[in-house]
């Protein structure tokens, strides 16, 4: 089991900045890809990146390319997910999970999930 804790939302305003962290714990994750994800609502959730721990590579979605990063710190089984020029479109609850696959972008290969943490951008 792999428990997944969000945190780092909040409200925002069009253009800022926000990081959110996801503190995993319960097992050593260099067998997991940490993906996160995003659920506005009345829409499905959404892939916005992943980064594949063991060897640090990440990759996001074209919508928040070049304004969200993604990066991990092994010392405190933690990934971030550092939001800039943020956008009213980007308002969501954003989810971290774990998968055991290197490369989905498929919220069903992710096994387990985190609860969830608020952010709206405002206009």
């Known amino acids: 089991q792999v428990q997944l804790v969000e945190s780092g939302g909040g409200l925002v305003q069009a253009g800022g900045s926000l990081r959110l962290s996801c503190a995993a714990s319960?097992?050593?994750?260099?067998?997991?890809?940490m993906g996160w994800f995003r659920q506005a609502p009345g829409k499905e959730r959404e892939f916005v990146g992943r980064?594949?721990?063991?060897?640090?590579?990440?990759f996001v979605a074209d919508s928040v390319k070049g304004r969200f990063t993604i990066f991990r710190e092994s010392a405190t089984n933690t990934v971030y997910l550092q939001m800039n020029s943020l956008k009213p479109e980007d308002t969501a609850v954003y989810y971290c999970?774990?998968?055991?696959?290197?490369?989905?972008?498929?919220?069903?290969?992710?096994?387990?999930w985190g609860q969830g943490t608020q952010v709206t951008v405002s206009s």
């Open positions: 999970a774990a998968s055991r696959l290197s490369q989905s972008v498929d919220r069903n290969d992710y096994v387990y």
């Open positions: 319960g097992r050593t994750l260099t067998s997991y890809t």
């Open positions: 980064v594949i721990w063991s060897i640090g590579r990440t």
